[in-house]
T-cell receptor, first 113, second 115 residues
């Protein structure tokens, strides 16, 4: 079956530091890949996505590249802000005919001033 | 544009009881999915409803059931509650099925505690 593995948190960084959150996946076929973010007290929000190999998703300074050869979709940001503190979920959607997501366990990011 | 709203936000039940959680989908969305998020875990797919019919189900027992209404709002019912049912239940709406866009719009969730 499908699965997503994320690095465990919390990830603690100072403002303006570089961020990487690792994500690898197992899936049959060619899934679409996503990063969702959950800010404190809010629902999950789509951060970025990539639907085919070598695609790069980007939003709000975050980027992730769909690497089929390494089955990875690592999230990066060059300079984090305190407002980026949240839980980040990597997810995949297979092509079984309905839009369901398989999520990783989430990685908490804490950014201090 | 109205977002996804869920009710209640918090509730406490005892083992063996039944619970109903409610969700209003985002305006214009005809598909509702439910996810269970245990503490420290990622959300797990329970089932999806499209045009009032179940359109896919995850690995959850039959005591988890649902409904979708003509206005696309939805209910999640859980019978014979167990301690392990304690979790955050997330509702997500989307437009259509099989789009594989993965762009689900989530509510803030209903936190269920089973004692």
């Amino acid at each position: 079956g499908n699965s997503v593995t994320q690095m465990e948190g919390p990830v603690t960084l100072s403002e303006e530091a570089f961020l990487t959150i690792n994500c690898t996946y197992t899936a049959t076929g060619y899934p679409s890949l996503f990063w969702y973010v959950q800010y404190p007290g809010e629902g999950l929000q789509l951060l970025l996505k990539a639907t085919k190999a070598d695609d790069k998703g980007s939003n709000k300074g975050f980027e992730a590249t769909y690497r089929k050869e390494t089955t990875s979709f690592h999230l990066e940001k060059g300079s984090v802000q305190v407002s980026d503190s949240a839980v980040y979920f990597c997810a995949l959607s297979d092509r079984s005919g309905y839009s369901t997501l398989t999520f990783g366990k989430g990685t908490m990011l804490l950014v201090s001033p | 544009e109205t977002g996804v709203t869920q009710s209640p936000t918090h509730l406490i039940k005892t083992r063996g009881q039944q619970v109903t959680l409610r969700c209003s989908s985002q305006s214009g969305h005809n598909t509702v999915s439910w996810y269970q998020q245990a503490l420290g875990q990622g959300p797990q797919f329970i089932f999806q409803y499209y045009r009032e019919e179940e359109n896919g189900r995850g690995n959850f027992p039959p005591r988890f059931s649902g409904l979708q209404f003509p206005n696309y709002s939805s209910e999640l019912n859980v019978n014979a509650l167990e301690l392990d049912d304690s979790a955050l239940y997330l509702c997500a709406s989307s437009l259509g099925t099989g789009s594989n866009t993965g762009e689900l719009f989530f509510g803030e969730g209903s936190r269920l505690t089973v004692l």
